[in-house]
């Protein structure tokens, strides 16, 4: 079954940065829109950012406009989210997936498929 397999999380301070990882092996990207996802306690999934397979664009959510970027490296089907910045309110599990049906951003999230366990990141001093 394929199945990403996000890394990097752990615990930071406000202020700090931290690089995720989302790989998925055996899984060509080429082809597809992959985007990083979180989950907060007591809230629903949301959309953090996303990297087109088209044409390399890029989209971001407003709470992390100008502190994260999204970043591919299709050789090795490897997806990162740099986090810089950070800040209590970016606490919670992130995600990757890929959006099967799309190369370009903007779909809905059950468009994506190929989720992963997530990798917890928590911001606090």
């Known amino acids: 079954q394929v199945q990403f397999v996000e890394s990097g999380g752990g615990l930071v301070q406000p202020g700090q940065s931290l690089t995720l990882s989302c790989a998925v092996p055996?899984?060509?990207?080429?082809?597809?829109?992959v985007g990083w996802f979180r989950q907060a306690p007591g809230k629903e999934r949301e959309g953090v950012s996303c990297?087109?397979?088209?044409?390399?664009?890029?989209t971001y959510a407003d709470f992390v406009k100008g502190r994260f970027t999204i970043s591919r490296d299709n050789a090795k089907n490897t997806v990162y989210l740099q986090m810089n910045n950070v800040e209590p309110e970016d606490t919670a599990v992130y995600y990757c997936a890929a959006n099967l049906m799309r190369r370009l951003c903007g779909g809905p999230q059950h468009e994506y498929d190929y989720w992963g366990q997530g990798t917890r990141v928590t911001v606090s001093s």
């Open positions: 990297a087109s397979a088209a044409d390399r664009s890029t």
């Open positions: 055996g899984f060509n990207l080429d082809y597809y829109a």
